[in-house]
DNA sequence: ATAACTGCAAATGATTTGCGATCGG
DNA sequence: CCGATCGCAAATCATTTGCAGTTAT
């Protein structure tokens, strides 16, 4: 009732799509905006917001977080996780040697049937380590 | 530098607690305010974020999320992880049967010290299966 | 042709903050 | 006493939205 019929690619939607999966960042949407903006200089901040909502959806590409406020996305659909810095805000990824044994050790949930579930890590980054941290 | 070196306790602070401790519905800082409201009807909702956010500091209370953009907040400071109904949006505990091997199977960091992390479940809850979904 | 999309600018809404008054230890 | 905290109101800031003009199909 409310999703669109038709999904145009437009050349502001392409060039969100590119910037998303070339970034190795995951960037914020006003990343994606400054990115986009150095080769189309016209689009503007809606835009890039509601281009990023239409590319989650259709699964092209990931939403995280929101890390401090902000919610970043990820041109890396594959499955994996991610770790925040606790010291610089960074987020790397993570990738689990074996799937732990999640759906095995959830029998105490009170009826609900499960459909997702993510794991979120916090850490110091290498650069912070150094540093002194 | 920065944080208070005393911390007084009064009655805001106090009230905003066990008004926390009591509920079971890991309320959101507006409805923390509704609920402490009835007893202290001058309390300011500014007060309610100043020292939610204390409690979390000093580890009385435990903040999650945000869900949907709201912060929410849990007077149980037990180990226990949570679920989000994608269709209501509430949030039930979820007691895993056994801690699940997390840290050996967590070799492909990038060289980041680990220090927590979580497990986010979503899911559809009882109520909102019986309704059809 | 026409529904989806865009740029712009204003609106939203959770959270934060400055300030002068008040209170706890 | 006096610095931590309060109530109030205004500010912040990421995100959303209304609208009139534009574009993909």
Redesign the interface.
Known sequence: MDKPLNVRMTKQRLAILKATKSSKCHPTANEVYLMVRTKMPNISLGTVYRNLEVLAEKGLIRRLG?YD?KMRFDGDISDHHH?K??FCGRI???????K???E???????????????????????EC?KKGH
Do not use: A, R, T
Not at 92 to 98: C, G, I, Q, T, Y
Not at 104 to 126: N, R
């Open positions: 929101p406020d770790v810095c606790v790397d990824d993570v990738e689990l040697k074996e732990p044994e999640i095995g050790s959830v029998p105490c949930l009170p009826g609900y049937k499960i459909i997702s579930y993510g794991i979120e890590f916090e850490g110091i980054c290498p380590q």
